[in-house]
C-alpha cells in the first residue's frame, strides 16, 4: 500500500507537470523558469507524499519523487524548450552529484563517530577493493547467465560498469536509513518505548 500510493503520488505529478509544460506554452520562454518548475512540481510530489498518511502508515516522498521524475524524464523533458532541456540537465546533473557527495560525507561522519575504538585502515582498503571487484564480478556474471536464456538486447560493458557504479549510491542510503531508526532506552527514540527497536 504504501508503494502504490507513494508511486500514484508521482505519477499524477509528473504527467501534470507534462501536461502543463505541453499546454502551457508561455512557460517556455525562460529556462530559468522551465528549470525552476521542474524542480518545484518534483519536490511538491515528494512534500505531499511525505505528508499523506493513509490507514495509519507513512508515505514515501523518496519513491514518489522517483517516480516522478522518471515520468517528468520520459514526458516532460520533450515538451521543453531547447534552451530549457540544456539547463535544466545541467542543474540536475549537478544537484544530483552535490546530494551525492552530501551522502558519502554524511556515511564518513557518521561510521566516525558511531563506531568507537580501534581502526584498521588495511581492513577498510581490503573490504573496499573486495566490494567493488565483487559488485563488478555479481553484475557480469548474472549479466551474461541471462544473457545465454535471453539474447534481445545486449549491453556493452562500459554500459554494465556504469550500473555496478550506480547501485553503489543504494547501500549509502539504507545506511543513512538506518542510522535514524529509533532504539529503545536511547535519546532516538522519541516516541513510545515499545514502537522503538530493540
Known amino acids: 500500500m504504501l508503494g502504490f500510493f507513494s508511486l500514484t503520488i508521482g505519477l499524477i505529478f509528473g504527467l501534470m507537470t507534462s501536461l ?11 529556462a530559468i523558469t522551465e528549470t525552476f ?11 505531499i507524499a511525505d505528508l499523506t498518511i493513509v490507514a495509519g502508515i507513512k ?7 522517483l517516480t516522478c521524475g522518471i515520468v517528468m524524464s520520459h514526458y516532460t523533458y520533450y515538451n521543453l524548450s531547447e534552451q530549457g532541456k ?3 540537465t545541467i542543474t540536475f546533473t ?18 566516525y563517530s558511531n563506531i ?14 573486495l566490494i567493488i571487484f565483487g559488485r563488478v564480478a555479481a553484475i557480469f556474471a548474472t549479466f551474461y547467465a541471462f544473457n545465454q536464456c535471453f539474447k534481445s538486447r545486449t549491453l556493452n560493458p562500459k554500459e554494465l560498469l556504469f550500473i555496478s557504479w550506480g547501485g553503489v549510491i543504494r547501500g549509502a ?5 538506518v542510522l535514524k531508526i529509533p532504539i529503545a532506552g536511547t535519546h532516538t527514540c522519541t516516541i513510545k518505548e515499545e514502537d522503538c527497536f530493540s
Do not use: C, D, Q
Open 37 to 47: 518548475l521542474l524542480l518545484a512540481f518534483g519536490m511538491i510530489s515528494y512534500f
Open 86 to 88: 540544456v539547463a535544466s
Open 20 to 30: 502543463i509544460f505541453k499546454k502551457a506554452s508561455f512557460l517556455r520562454v525562460s
Open 116 to 129: 568507537p575504538g580501534w581502526w584498521s585502515f588495511e581492513f577498510i582498503i581490503y573490504e573496499t577493493i
Open 94 to 111: 549537478f544537484l544530483g552529484h552535490s546530494a551525492e557527495a552530501g551522502v558519502y560525507s554524511y556515511i564518513a561522519i557518521a561510521l
Open 59 to 65: 508515505m514515501s516522498g523518496i519513491i514518489s519523487l
Open 173 to 177: 542510503i539504507a545506511f543513512a536509513l
